[in-house]
């Protein structure tokens, strides 16, 4: 082999075009057993065995990955709550990693809202009662000037998508300081199943910089900073910090996605850094992408364009704030002004109707552009009889805004009203699935953020769609790492939204359902990360190189394999005059 075509072949290797089936296994005895990553637990067979160097360690039988699976299931469905469910499944990931990724992948629907939403909620409240096993890490406004060190700590070099969150707005649970691990520990478990990035290559971290959660520092057994928030200047110097120590340990087109923070950082920082790092925040940009694409579906249920409806938001968080600025986005591509786009879609906080020069004021820079010329409104029952609107959108945490009266008047005076209840957890939704179908006789277009149940009404079956992040931030994740871009520019979740509504079937849409089924969302991640890698590649935004014909052939061939790799090394022969 010359030594152009040795080149190719170690790119071609570190790209994961050229795979071995054999493991490159030097651990040997009990030490397997002890590692995640390699334990097959009954599946090692016979030869495996003899060659680790574990015979006697396990009984005697073996048995295959479905058969593990099975009984994983079966085990899992015995427990009474979710949170013990959550507490198993973690117990099998610290055992079994690759089994874990196997039941988690092929169980989507069953599993997704016990490793994520809702229970995750559940599981960051209790963090510090249910924790077993460190699985991120932790950096405190006490390492300031030591980030790069503490990153060093982390036992995987090789890290290509780094969560991270601080903790201060989980969910729609508030400030829970430290227990906000759950958080970036889930999203990245997501990462590896429904989008295939590599466990490796993955990095869970939650910056601790003390709590406002008065209830935590009163609790005695809570394991975070046990004092209030740091904020200001050592603040900003910390995560600074922290970004830089990111790219220096680990390279310019380390992927970091911003999760939970608190407003009033979400939005400063997703600006600071969008031209300096690689960088999104999935609570604006990914849950924008997200509603975008069942807004973008559900045209094919009402027979409205966007540029013909009216939105209008409860809450006018970075949530809200995201969608309505991708939606813009899309009204523009239907051919109009920048300007008159935004002039669709109205929002209401806390202090009412967002609209110019307003009274109590309260207008953000980010809330100024979606401010109306209209009169001031109060009251969000008032706003809606006032404006009419085609589509309600709620990601305000605002449980039951959506009241009986609000929704009747939706379904006066639209055939199929819109009603996106997108709030988490489940006990955090504007209505129910039943509350909004019942209430607009089985008429409207329903999504919820947390996942509902069928609801039968007047003998037919809706299918509600959940609107979860999922379905995008796996996909925008895999594209970018295996392109190496080094910028998630914001027309990219415009791009995922309609690779993702594009999805939807008619036979979807004739349940109810305004997104595909979960299940097929391993397809989904691969299509959205195509749909970035063709278009980073157009615009020369893509650094890995040379570009594949076949981008969709090299996304998957670049995608994690749940299946067990044989541990037996390959042997082979020499010449018979070497072997004298």
């Not at 085990?75 to 117990?91: G, K």
């Not at 809570?222 to 120590?245: N, P, S």
């Not at 997104?515 to 991640?525: A, F």
Request: charged share 25%.
């Amino acid at each position: 082999m010359n030594t152009m075509a040795a080149r190719r072949f170690i790119h071609a290797s570190l790209r994961g075009i050229i795979k071995s089936n054999k493991a490159d296994v030097k651990t040997r005895g009990a030490e397997v057993l002890r590692n995640s990553r390699l334990n097959k637990g009954m599946a090692f067979t016979l030869k495996e065995r003899q060659h680790m160097g574990i015979m006697g360690l396990l009984p005697p039988v073996v048995f295959t990955q479905d058969e593990q699976a099975k009984r994983v299931l079966k085990e899992l469905r015995r427990w009474q709550n979710d949170l013990d469910r959550y507490i198993y499944l973690s117990s099998l990931l610290d055992r079994n990693e690759k089994l874990f990724y196997r039941v988690l992948c092929d169980n989507i629907e069953e599993c997704m809202p016990i490793v994520y939403t809702p229970t995750v909620g559940q599981a960051c409240q209790n963090w510090g009662k249910i924790f077993r096993k460190p699985r991120g890490l932790y950096i405190t406004i006490h390492d300031a000037g030591h980030v790069y060190d503490v990153l060093g700590s982390w036992p995987d070099q090789d890290v290509k998508a780094c969560v991270v969150t601080d903790g201060e707005r989980i969910l729609g649970l508030g400030d829970l300081g430290a227990y906000g691990m759950g958080i970036p520990v889930g999203k990245l478990a997501l990462y590896t199943a429904l989008g295939g990035v590599k466990p490796e290559n993955c990095l869970p971290v939650t910056i601790d910089v003390g709590t406002n959660n008065q209830t935590l520092l009163d609790d005695p057994y809570y394991f975070g900073l046990r004092h209030r928030r740091v904020d200001g200047q050592q603040y900003d110097d910390l995560i600074d910090e922290f970004m830089e120590a990111i790219v220096k340990r680990f390279g310019q087109d380390t992927l970091v996605q911003f999760e939970d923070f608190g407003n009033h950082n979400a939005f400063r920082f997703k600006e600071k850094y969008k031209h300096k790092f690689c960088t999104f925040n999935d609570d604006i940009q990914g849950t924008a992408s997200v509603a975008v694409a069942g807004i973008l579906a559900s045209k094919r249920i009402t027979g409205k364009q966007l540029k013909d409806s009216t939105f209008l938001f409860q809450g006018a968080g970075e949530a809200n704030l995201g969608i309505a600025t991708l939606l813009a986005m899309a009204i523009e591509k239907e051919g109009v002004p920048a300007e008159d786009s935004r002039k669709r879609i109205y929002l209401v906080d806390t202090k009412g109707l967002l609209v110019k020069d307003r009274p109590k004021g309260g207008i953000t820079p980010e809330k100024a552009v979606f401010a109306q010329d209209h009169e001031p409104i109060d009251d969000f029952a008032d706003c809606v009889a006032a404006i009419k609107p085609s589509a309600l959108v709620g990601a305000a945490a605002m449980a039951g805004s959506f009241t009986e009266p609000i929704i009747r008047d939706m379904a006066s005076w639209n055939d199929r009203p819109v009603i996106f209840a997108l709030s988490n957890p489940t006990s955090k939704a504007e209505c129910t699935a039943e509350q909004a179908y019942t209430w607009t006789d089985g008429r409207c277009v329903f999504a919820s953020g947390s996942p509902f149940d069928p609801v039968q009404y007047n003998g037919k079956t809706y299918h509600p769609g959940q609107g979860n992040n999922a379905y995008i931030f796996p996909g925008m994740a895999l594209g970018v790492i295996t392109c190496g871009i080094r910028h998630v520019r914001n027309h990219y979740f415009l791009f995922a939204s309609e690779a993702l509504s594009d999805m939807v079937s008619d036979a979807d849409l004739a349940e109810g359902r305004i997104y595909p089924p979960l299940g097929n969302i391993k397809d989904i991640s691969a299509e959205i990360a195509t749909s970035i890698a063709e278009h980073a590649y157009e615009q020369k935004y893509a650094a890995h190189y040379p570009e594949p014909e076949d981008k969709e052939k090299f996304i998957r061939s670049c995608m994690y394999s749940m299946e067990y790799e044989d541990m037996v090394p390959a042997l082979w022969d020499w010449p018979e005059y070497m072997q004298q």
